[in-house]
């Protein structure tokens, strides 16, 4: 039989997160701070590299290898194109379970909660 945890009464601002990633030990605690940094963050938040690098103490070097381990891991996919000026952009997906290196696309398990990423709007 289950148990539940709580460590006070919860009246807001609280995150439930999957526990899956926070045992997964292909992962850094770098890259698990990352991920819960993200999911914590309203639905509709837009992502940059350097957005998420303003939110975090670590560096833009730091942000990218632990983006880069959970694109490994199937947390996270990025998409990078040129948008209609020309420019480089980046769309991200972010997932509370990896795929174990399985496609998305071709059946792999986890549920998005965060999309999107052009440019930090707030």
């Not at 039989?1 to 997964?24: A, E, R, S």
Request: proline residues 2%.
């Amino acid at each position: 039989m289950g148990f539940i945890k709580h460590t006070g009464p919860h009246t807001g601002n609280f995150t439930v997160l999957d526990n899956k990633y926070l045992w997964d030990k292909r992962l850094s605690l770098e890259a698990k701070g990352l991920l819960s940094r993200i999911l914590s963050l309203p639905d509709d938040w837009r992502f940059s590299l350097e957005g998420l690098t303003r939110m975090c103490l670590e560096g833009r070097d730091a942000v990218k290898s632990a983006l880069r381990e959970l694109e490994k891991a199937g947390y996270a996919v990025t998409r990078t194109y040129r948008d209609s000026n020309g420019r480089f952009a980046s769309d991200y997906q972010f997932y509370e379970t990896g795929t174990d290196g399985r496609d998305r696309d071709q059946g792999g398990e986890g549920t998005c909660r965060k999309t999107d990423a052009v440019s930090p709007r707030r």
